[in-house]
């Protein structure tokens, strides 16, 4: 399998030249669960249960 390098940092170009600010936020963000991709999985939730009396 080839592992793919993905950027954790942006640099943020605005207007003027020169002004750069560089993002610590990640740029690529996990991609949602798919029913064509099962190996893509949300974090387990257990079920609600209710108490009878």
Do not use: C, Q
């Not at 020169?18 to 690529?28: A, C, E, F, I, Q």
Request: proline fraction near 15%.
């Amino acid at each position: 399998m080839n592992k793919v390098a993905f950027p954790t940092k942006a640099d943020l170009n605005f207007g003027n030249e020169g002004d750069v600010l560089h993002s610590n936020k990640p740029t690529v963000t996990p991609p949602a669960p798919t029913p064509e991709d099962p190996t893509i999985t949300k974090r387990y939730r257990r079920p609600r249960t209710f108490r009878l009396n």
